[in-house]
C-alpha cells in the first residue's frame, strides 16, 4: 500500500486556498487578515489540524480495507492507482491545434524528393498559428479603420487623457496625504482646527521664547511684518523645520514635530499677523513683501500698521 503520493500537495492547497478565501472575505483593510484578527490565525491552524486528521484518517480507512481484499484485488487496485491521469479532451486539442499527421501516417504526406535520405513531409500550417494570423488581419482591418480613415484618436489626446486622470488623483491624494507637504508645496492652512492644532503645537513648544500672543522674547517677534528668516508661508514653514542661524537658539523642530504639525503651527505663526501683543519685541529683520501679493499692496502702503492689518487681510484671500 504505496500511494502515499499526494498527501503533501493536496494539504498546503487546500489549504492555501482556505487561507486565500478568508483573506477574501474578511474585511480587515491595509493588513492581511491573519495579522489583524488573532481569531483568523487560530481558525486557520484549526484548518490545517482538521486536513491533516482528515488525511490521516482517509488513508487508515483506506489501509484497513486494502488489508481485507484478496491478493488478485489488491492487485487489480494497485494497478487502477497507479494508471496516471489523462486529460482527454485537452490532449485531443491541443493535438488538432498543432495540425500534425501522427507518425504512423506520415506516409500520406512525404514528397516525392529524396535528398541522400533526406526527405520532407508537407505538414499543414498549424491551426493556431493560422487562426493568430487570421485574427490579426482582422485586427490591422479595424485598426486601420478606426485610426487611419476615422481619425478616433491619437497617441498625443491618449497621453493629455491619461495626464489628466492622473493629476486628478494626485489631487485626491494629497487631500487625505497632508504628512506630504515640505517648505515647497505647503499652503497656508485656514480651516479652524488645523488653526486650532497649530495653536496647542505652539503653545506647548515655542511660548518660552516667541509668547503666547508671539510677541517675542529670547526669539523674535512674529507678529510683525519684518521677519528675519523671511515671511509667507514658504519661508516660515522652512525655519520651523529647519531651525533659525547657527546659535541663535531656534532649533530644527522637523525633529520633534511631523510636516503636516509644521505647516499647522507655521500657519497659525502666521495668523498672529497684525495683531497687537502685550509686550511687542522690536522689529528684527527686513520688510517681508509677498511676491505674489496683489498689486495693491505696494512695500510704501504697507509702512504703517493701521495698513499693514488691511494689506495682509487681502493677500490671505
Ligand atoms: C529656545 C527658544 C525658541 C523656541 C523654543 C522657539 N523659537 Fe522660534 N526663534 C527663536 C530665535 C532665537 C529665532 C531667531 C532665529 C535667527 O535669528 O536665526 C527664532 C525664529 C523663529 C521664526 C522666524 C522669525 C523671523 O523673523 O524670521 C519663526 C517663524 C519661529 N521662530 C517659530 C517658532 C515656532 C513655531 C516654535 C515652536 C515650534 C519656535 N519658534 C520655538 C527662538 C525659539
Known amino acids: 500500500m504505496k500511494n502515499t503520493s499526494t498527501w503533501w500537495i493536496k494539504i498546503p492547497l487546500i489549504?492555501?486556498?482556505?487561507?486565500?478565501?478568508?483573506?477574501?472575505?474578511?474585511?480587515?483593510?491595509?493588513?492581511?487578515?491573519?495579522?489583524?484578527y488573532p481569531m483568523v490565525q487560530v481558525f486557520l491552524v484549526f484548518v490545517l489540524f482538521l486536513l491533516i486528521v482528515i488525511a490521516v484518517i482517509t488513508r487508515a480507512i483506506e489501509n484497513v480495507m486494502f488489508q481485507t481484499l484478496s491478493k488478485e484485488a489488491q492487485e487489480r487496485?494497485?494497478?487502477?492507482?497507479?494508471?496516471?491521469?489523462?486529460?482527454?479532451?485537452?490532449?485531443?486539442?491541443?493535438?488538432?491545434?498543432?495540425?500534425?499527421?501522427?507518425?504512423?501516417?506520415?506516409?500520406?504526406?512525404?514528397?516525392?524528393?529524396?535528398?541522400?535520405?533526406?526527405?520532407?513531409?508537407?505538414?499543414?500550417?498549424?491551426?493556431?498559428?493560422?487562426?493568430?494570423?487570421?485574427a490579426s488581419?482582422?485586427?490591422?482591418v479595424v485598426y486601420l479603420a478606426r485610426f487611419h480613415v476615422f481619425n478616433e484618436y491619437d497617441q498625443i489626446q491618449e497621453y493629455d487623457q491619461e495626464v489628466a486622470a492622473a493629476q486628478l488623483e494626485i489631487e485626491e491624494y494629497k487631500k487625505t496625504a497632508k504628512g506630504l507637504v515640505d517648505a515647497n508645496t505647503v499652503e497656508l492652512l485656514t480651516d479652524a482646527g488645523d488653526l486650532k492644532a497649530g495653536q496647542t503645537i505652539f503653545e506647548s513648544n515655542c511660548v518660552a521664547c516667541h509668547m503666547v500672543d508671539g510677541g517675542g522674547g529670547i526669539g523674535p517677534n512674529l507678529t510683525d511684518q519684518n521677519w528675519i528668516l523671511g515671511g509667507g508661508i514658504?519661508?516660515?514653514?522652512?525655519?520651523?523645520?529647519?531651525?533659525?542661524?547657527?546659535?541663535?537658539?531656534?532649533?530644527?523642530?522637523?525633529?520633534?514635530?511631523?510636516?503636516?504639525?509644521?505647516?499647522?503651527?507655521?500657519?497659525?505663526?502666521?495668523?498672529?499677523?497684525?495683531?497687537?501683543?502685550?509686550?511687542?519685541?522690536?522689529?528684527?529683520?527686513?520688510?517681508?513683501?509677498?511676491?505674489?501679493?496683489?498689486?495693491?499692496?505696494?512695500?510704501?502702503?504697507?509702512?504703517s500698521t493701521e495698513q499693514e492689518v488691511d494689506s495682509t487681510s487681502v493677500t490671505m484671500n
Open 15 to 36: 489549504f492555501f486556498i482556505i487561507f486565500g478565501i478568508t483573506e477574501f472575505v474578511v474585511d480587515s483593510g491595509e493588513m492581511p487578515a491573519f495579522i489583524k
Open 77 to 134: 487496485y494497485i494497478a487502477a492507482k497507479s494508471k496516471s491521469f489523462h486529460w482527454k479532451w485537452g490532449e485531443e486539442t491541443y493535438q488538432n491545434l498543432l495540425g500534425s499527421k501522427p507518425i504512423e501516417k506520415e506516409g500520406e504526406i512525404i514528397l516525392d524528393h529524396n535528398y541522400d535520405g533526406i526527405r520532407e513531409l508537407d505538414n499543414n500550417l498549424p491551426p493556431w498559428w493560422v487562426y493568430l494570423f487570421y
Open 137 to 140: 488581419i482582422v485586427f490591422a
Open 234 to 303: 514658504k519661508n516660515v514653514f522652512h525655519t520651523i523645520s529647519e531651525g533659525g542661524r547657527d546659535g541663535k537658539g531656534m532649533i530644527a523642530w522637523k525633529q520633534n514635530l511631523k510636516p503636516a504639525e509644521i505647516a499647522q503651527v507655521a500657519s497659525y505663526v502666521l495668523s498672529f499677523q497684525g495683531t497687537t501683543p502685550a509686550n511687542p519685541k522690536a522689529a528684527e529683520g527686513d520688510l517681508w513683501v509677498d511676491p505674489n501679493a496683489p498689486e495693491s499692496a505696494t512695500p510704501a502702503e504697507e509702512a
